[in-house]
């Protein structure tokens, strides 16, 4: 069994890790020759299924395994993440699947490079040893630059092929509305301000917290309207967005073509509904906690464009699509949310 790469976009694995990490500890990854996923499954929760292009991450990459050259692997994303973190700026990164004392490690190895300004000021090499991570330096011996070694060790867990064959995206219904989402990061804004006033609006006279979670109503149409909205005893309030998009449906994506189209969920509620958002039909809903919420909303640190998929009543499907160095979107984040009931 064996792993290697070069990693050519450490920000964009940094950021990725860091908005997993939100959701869950661990992460299933599973590595093959064609793609890399990652995959959070919390007991509770928003649930994540990430197929990453190779190249969305890595530059040069190798992989061997009797499993069809498939590598499954629980990791801890915060160690991954933190070890990440010391890699931005780095002049070059490499990762790889590696054993010590019998246990599987991926190890990081992260080479960066500072100038000095007098000879003395650093010895001239050897090895040290920062944050619990082993380091070696290099002086170039003219007084200029220092060359820094850097090998962080993340433990992890080898799975088995028949252990993770049981695992599989959750099966929902076609949706009753698509629509692209505006800019996530200002969803998260709003989304954390209208969850604030909430518990702030819950609290007890004796200033305690109500028990409850905060529910927060997202809803949109095919007319280009998204609406959140969240109510209590205290309060009520939303904010609409108006002339967002409604992408058009793939007839050689849909179970029937041009006919399954036709008889579509959302063709239906394009029928009802207006764009100024003030009719009350054709809206499709969902109900979600807003810490989970405002945690989903971090994957907008990473940028791309976002279909969310409203099932009323049941499920919130959101597509998170990452464009790669050469601007096309090979890569996609699927997050999965569950509706509560009323």
């Excluded at 992260?110 to 100038?115: G, R």
């Amino acid at each position: 069994m064996r792993f290697k790469a070069s990693i050519q976009n450490i920000s964009t694995f940094t950021k990725l890790t860091a908005s997993l990490n939100s959701l869950g500890p661990l992460a299933w990854v599973k590595l093959s020759e064609e793609q890399v996923c990652f995959t959070i499954i919390p007991e509770q929760g928003t649930q994540v299924w990430a197929v990453l292009s190779i190249d969305t991450i890595f530059e040069t990459y190798t992989i061997q395994s009797a499993a069809q050259n498939i590598i499954n692997l629980e990791v801890p994303l915060n160690s991954l993440n933190r070890a990440l973190k010391s890699a931005l700026n780095a002049t070059s990164a490499q990762i790889r699947l590696t054993k010590k004392d019998n246990i599987p490690l991926l190890a990081l190895t992260i080479v960066t490079t500072s100038s000095t300004s007098s000879r003395g000021a650093f010895p001239p090499g050897g090895n040290n040893y920062e944050d619990g991570f082993e380091t070696s330096t290099f002086d170039s011996g003219f007084g200029q630059s220092r060359e820094t070694v850097i090998t962080q060790e993340v433990p992890v867990r080898v799975l088995s092929p028949d252990l993770v064959a049981g695992l599989h995206e959750p099966q929902c219904r076609e949706p009753d509305v698509h629509i692209i989402l505006p800019p996530l990061m200002q969803l998260k804004s709003i989304s954390d301000r209208f969850t604030k006033l909430a518990l702030a609006g819950g609290k007890s006279a004796s200033g305690t917290t109500a028990s409850h979670r905060t529910r927060l109503e997202m809803a949109a149409n095919m007319h280009g309207c998204l609406k959140m909205s969240i109510r209590t005893d205290a309060m009520s309030i939303s904010s609409v967005w108006t002339d967002l998009s409604n992408p058009e449906l793939d007839p050689s994506q849909v179970a029937g073509g041009e006919i399954g189209i036709a008889e579509h969920p959302s063709t239906r509620m394009k029928q009802l509904g207006s764009a100024d958002g003030r009719s009350e039909e054709g809206w499709a809903m969902v109900r979600i906690d807003g810490r989970d919420w405002g945690k989903v909303m971090s994957v907008g640190r990473l940028g791309g464009r976002v279909i969310a998929c409203f099932c009323h009543e049941h499920a919130l499907i959101l597509y998170v699509y990452l464009p790669n160095e050469n601007g096309e979107e090979e890569s996609v984040l699927t997050y999965y949310v569950s509706s509560y009931s009323a």
